[in-house]
């Protein structure tokens, strides 16, 4: 629609004459009506520019194509840091079905720890968009719940031969090679601080009542895991922590040798070019007057005409 300043008659802009007299011109941003060119290329210009906008749109709202994956791992291994009782010795776990967690009734601390080869199973260069650990708990003192706590260890560990009878709680003599509470590597090379090298920071925690299975997921979790893809060499896995502060305490989860060992579940990005669309058929081509897509076209019969009709252009 054209727009005429008012109490000026329509044929001052129609009169040729009052156009020289005035030397005014009616022009656009986009384009001058006095230009040689013709409507017609004009109008391609214009339509040109909308479709080069409705493109940049389109683009922007497109989802990316990379496909998240998913892998399941089982700990390649996992053992107990039984509190150190001079009579006793040092004890570990390392092919025993049982880790265990808290304090127990006789008032001795009993910390698990568990690692998992997340280079070896992950592609180098993913992004770890979620990680999950499940537990089976398959035995406790009390049906109270107690917090229990993933700390990332700062050092590594050993497993070597060592197997606690009965349920396990007491442990066994560490063998060469056992984490032990003392010991990384029983029996030459000791933990900085005894019970184990962890962060202070907390990794994840979750609520442990009765014996059933649990689950830890949080986004230091999958720092964590990203941290070890990227840098396999400090990947020492979690240090599971329990309520220490009265006895009693103590949760027995199952390990990798058991029937219902570890899961850590990883969704992630692999890294490189991403996956190319499935062909489809080429649809027949549309008459040089339709050639834009359907959304386009849409888009551009509702803006061009207007736009026409404010420049003055419409036939």
Same mark, same amino acid.
């Given at each position: 629609?054209?727009?005429?300043?008012?109490?000026?008659?329509?044929?001052?802009?129609?009169?040729?004459?009052?156009?020289?007299?005035?030397?005014?011109?009616?022009?656009?941003?986009?384009?001058?009506?006095?230009?040689?060119?013709?409507?017609?290329?004009?109008?391609?210009?214009?339509?040109?520019?909308?479709?080069?906008?409705?493109?940049?749109?389109?683009?922007?709202?497109?989802?990316?194509?990379?496909?998240?994956?998913?892998?399941?791992?089982?700990?390649?291994?996992?053992?107990?840091?039984?509190?150190?009782?001079?009579?006793?010795?040092?004890?570990?776990?390392?092919?025993?079905?049982?880790?265990?967690?808290?304090?127990?009734?006789?008032?001795?601390?009993?910390?698990?720890?568990?690692?998992?080869?997340?280079?070896?199973?992950?592609?180098?260069?993913?992004?770890?968009?979620?990680?999950?650990?499940?537990?089976?708990?398959?035995?406790?003192?009390?049906?109270?719940?107690?917090?229990?706590?993933?700390?990332?260890?700062?050092?590594?560990?050993?497993?070597?031969?060592?197997?606690?009878?009965?349920?396990?709680?007491?442990?066994?003599?560490?063998?060469?090679? %056992?984490?032990?509470?003392?010991?990384?590597?029983?029996?030459?090379?000791?933990?900085?601080?005894?019970?184990?090298?962890?962060?202070?920071?907390?990794?994840?925690?979750?609520?442990?009542?009765?014996?059933?299975?649990?689950?830890?997921?949080?986004?230091?979790?999958?720092?964590?895991?990203?941290?070890?893809? %990227?840098?396999?060499?400090?990947?020492?896995?979690?240090?599971?922590?329990?309520?220490?502060?009265?006895?009693?305490?103590?949760?027995?989860?199952?390990?990798?040798?058991?029937?219902?060992?570890?899961?850590?579940?990883?969704?992630?990005?692999?890294?490189?070019?991403?996956?190319?669309?499935?062909?489809?058929?080429?649809?027949?081509?549309?008459?040089?007057?339709?050639?834009?897509?359907?959304?386009?076209?849409?888009?551009?019969?509702?803006?061009?005409?207007?736009?026409?009709?404010?420049?003055?252009?419409?036939?």
């Amino acid at each position: 629609m054209k727009v005429e300043p008012p109490g000026i008659p329509k044929s001052h802009f129609t009169n040729r004459r009052n156009e020289l007299k005035e030397d005014r011109v009616l022009r656009s941003p986009l384009l001058n009506v006095n230009d040689v060119r013709s409507r017609s290329t004009c109008n391609q210009v214009i339509s040109k520019r909308l479709f080069a906008f409705a493109l940049a749109s389109l683009r922007l709202s497109v989802p990316s194509l990379a496909i998240a994956q998913l892998a399941n791992l089982n700990p390649i291994k996992d053992n107990t840091l039984y509190q150190y009782v001079a009579e006793d010795g040092d004890l570990s776990n390392a092919l025993g079905t049982h880790f265990f967690a808290g304090e127990t009734g006789m008032g001795e601390l009993r910390r698990g720890a568990l690692a998992f080869d997340i280079a070896g199973d992950i592609p180098a260069g993913s992004t770890i968009l979620g990680v999950t650990l499940s537990l089976n708990m398959s035995r406790t003192g009390l049906q109270t719940a107690r917090t229990i706590e993933l700390h990332k260890m700062l050092a590594d560990w050993g497993e070597g031969t060592s197997q606690a009878s009965g349920d396990e709680g007491m442990g066994a003599p560490a063998t060469t090679g %056992d984490a032990t509470w003392r010991h990384r590597f029983f029996d030459t090379i000791f933990w900085t601080t005894q019970g184990g090298d962890f962060s202070v920071a907390v990794s994840a925690s979750q609520s442990v009542g009765p014996v059933g299975v649990y689950t830890w997921s949080s986004s230091q979790m999958r720092a964590d895991v990203q941290s070890w893809l %990227d840098d396999p060499a400090n990947n020492f896995g979690w240090l599971v922590l329990g309520d220490e502060s009265q006895i009693l305490t103590a949760k027995r989860f199952d390990t990798r040798e058991s029937a219902s060992p570890p899961v850590l579940t990883i969704i992630y990005r692999p890294a490189g070019p991403r996956p190319t669309p499935t062909p489809r058929p080429r649809p027949t081509p549309l008459p040089r007057s339709a050639a834009f897509s359907q959304p386009l076209l849409s888009l551009l019969r509702l803006v061009v005409p207007t736009a026409q009709r404010v420049l003055g252009l419409a036939n």
